[in-house]
């Protein structure tokens, strides 16, 4: 259980020193820009949650989560992948 405790914490700063990079804030003068920068967001989860998926799985508490996590990395991989 700890091991996921470190996994999501780890997201989290990711999240916040992504957002501190990111504080060059534009101005989404646009809906372009908006959607720019919402799509920009999206796709930063998805790696973020790539990355944590094999450990989530490594430190889950039950059979049954760690299979859940497991069977889903895959999916996300490829769809994440084929965004690349």
Known sequence: MPALKNALHQIQ???KT?????????????LQKLYTNELRDLYNAEHQLLKALPKMAKAA??????GAFEK????????YRGRI
Do not use: G, V
């Open 72 to 79: 889903h990395l895959p999916c996300y991989e490829r769809t």
């Open 61 to 66: 508490s039950s059979e049954e989560l760690k």
């Open 13 to 15: 700063i990711d999240y």
């Open 18 to 30: 992504l957002n501190k990079n990111e504080k060059r804030i534009m101005k989404l003068d646009t």
